[in-house]
């Protein structure tokens, strides 16, 4: 579970301790994940190790070899992190446009690639990635977040074509809006779920070849309304 | 930071305040070091202690893990922000409980330290702050600190009942006992008056692992203060099935923990139902309700260990103007004398009293804990000018019959009451300010009380 300390990714984690699974937590800050990790072991008596890392300088070999150390082969990978800031709104500073890049779309291609090989062929397997609404279609907000996201989301198109032949399944979310830190207090245009809605229904699709889709459904019928705009109205939208 | 409009639970203090809720550990120090803060939990106290228009709010609920266990020792360790309802769901199927509850699930781990609070058992298992051996807390000024009554015994002493102002409760370790009994053996006994119920809360507490009464003030004839007090034994796993031919919620079973979630702070209509001239009604209808079957029941753990589930819309039926609640710990020895004159007052004023409950005490005081010997004697009324001069009245009764009130249940408790009441109050202040000299942890309550 890459981004396991809060928001999706710590309910997606504990999702998955109700359901008896082990799991390996990955995040930037060890304090964090010590906590979410001891409590997972405790309440479900599931076995969890975890490993603090920093995402934009992500180091896949040293991730599988101890996640191979502490659980052994893995059945699951959960690509969550991800990282957005109020300034990404056209020029913004480089080393943010460099983080924003790296969390949200290298360090993901990064780790499931190192992951690949072993998950390939493990009836168990499902590869798991999070991208958001906010990619469906490039605007002023978010710019370098949604595109790197819309990078992700691409990345994982050609994960489930090429895992095609194998036995590996893929699913990829595309994110409406989640009650987390991150909306906190904010005037949201639409209804926003629940981590933990969102995990389970993350949780139970899981086996199946589900390619991308929106979480909640109905955001499907926003996102294409967006991308069906024509240019003369969308230019004049401030999003 | 967002602003967000925060009530007390009596709806009495409404501000509007700076808030956040960090999910990591540095969105919380940083939210420290910024400002005057105070940490809120679930937001379930009487009286503001968790908010402040003065203060950054920091909502710890996601700081809610438990972080370590050893059944064969006896004890837990937990952050702060865990509930008492995700306690119970964790240690009740384990053989285990947290012998002092206050009466709402949500409640969390870091309010009942910081309030030091009680349950329906204090007579017996006395107060909140008896089951905690150890603290981890951080303040900005002092970093992170291990405080037990060994390590740091100032900082614990003054963080035990010390209402959140000496930092963040980041995790504490409670002691934890064997679950007695897998349910409640529950029996209501009517009493005819309020002196006989402070008297028969005395008598049958010895027999009870839990005892409380509930009387009915809002008619103040002859039968003021009639009731019923409800006690509670646990029960084992045979003698359960005993009495109800079925199995009910215990170690082997799967605990009953859903509830609705309680939100003072919620914008939403209040319907104002216990007006005065509907007040005597309702209060007659549940003395009814409760005493037509008087036979003993088993009842599920949780339904009787916290007994406001099911029954939050209460909270909502005082409307938008909200409710006083006087929580008062009194000497036993003058309780006739202390009823007879309360009666007198009551019945100058006239006003209804939406609720009353007595319950049974055995403690000894300290700084600012509720605790005592005696009973802890509680009314609630609407939010009026005239109850306000009501309580008014009854804060000088208290103060006359050596009475203390429950800082965190009072949310009109004023600095000059509260220091005649409690004899530490000064020498409490004086130490906080020698441990924090920049007061940098500040509440609706420390700001009333001048702490």
Redesign the interface.
Known sequence: MIGASAGLGRAIAEALAARGHDLFLVASTEKDLAAVAADLAIRFDVQVGFHAMDLADADPALLQSEVTKTLGTPDNLFYVAGVSFTEDRGAIPDDVAMRLLAVNFTAGVRIVNGFLDTLADNPAANIVGIGSVAACRGRRGNSVYGSAKRGLEFYFETLRHYLAPHACRVQFYRLGYLHTRMTLGQKLPFPAMQPEDAARKICDNLGRDLGAVHLPRWWFGITSLLRMLPWVIFRKLDI | M???RLSSLDRHTKLTCD?????????LADGAASNRFIARGAGLSYAGASFSENSSVLDVS??D?????DGSAGWVEV?GGVSLGKLFE?LTPRGFHVPVLPGHPQITVGGCVAANVHGKNQFSEGVFGRLVQALTLFHPDHGTIRASAQENPEVFDLTVGGYGLTGFIMSARLTIEPLPGKAIREERVPVANLLEAFKLVDRLKADHDMIYCWNDLARLGKDAGRGFVVTGKYVTEDQAEDIHGRSVDGPEGSPTVQYKRLDPSAIKRRPNVFSNRAMPWVNRLYYRMNTRHIAPTTTPLFKFLFPAVGKEFYFDYFGDRGFIELQVLLPAASIEQYVAAFLTILRRHGQPIALATIKAFHGTPHLLHFNGSGFNFTIEVAHTPENMALLAELDELNCEYGGITNIIKDSRLSASVARRQYPAFDAFRERLHAYDPARRISSSISERLAL
């Open positions: 967002n602003t967000r808030y956040d809720r960090p999910d990591r550990f540095q969105q996601r700081f893990r438990i972080i370590d266990f952050e964790f």
